[in-house]
């Protein structure tokens, strides 16, 4: 099992920036993938960021402006968000991809509001 834990959200005027981090913890050798998504109210969760294998592949609505990296040294993942627009409100959750299965982060909420 892999265990996921978000930190990082807020509010912040559109335009603005956060950094958002995951820490992971368990059975991270098995981690293939890391990814984040986010969950805005009544609308499916939607694939924001994923790396895995050194490759990176982004949401078209947030290419340019989102930035995912990894450390595996310190078994984190990172979300960097420049230019946020109030349409990047939502709860942001980070994932990940093992053997095992696909563990989820209890989420982060973020708010991009003037």
């Known amino acids: 099992q892999v265990q996921l834990v978000e930190s990082g959200g807020g509010s912040v005027q559109p335009g603005g920036s956060l950094r958002l981090s995951c820490a992971a913890s368990?059975?991270?050798?098995?981690?293939?993938?890391m990814g984040w998504y986010r969950q805005a109210p009544g609308k499916q969760r939607e694939l924001v960021a994923v790396?895995?294998?050194?490759?990176?592949n982004y949401a078209d609505s947030v290419k340019g402006r989102f930035a995912i990296s990894r450390d595996s040294a310190k078994n984190m993942v990172y979300l960097q968000m420049n230019s946020l627009k109030p349409e990047d409100t939502a709860v942001y959750y980070c994932?990940?991809?093992?053997?095992?299965?696909?563990?989820w982060g209890q989420g982060t909420q973020v708010t991009v509001s003037s």
């Open positions: 368990g059975s991270i050798f098995r981690i293939y993938a």
């Open positions: 994932n990940a991809a093992s053997v095992a299965g696909s563990s």
């Open positions: 790396t895995s294998g050194g490759t990176t």
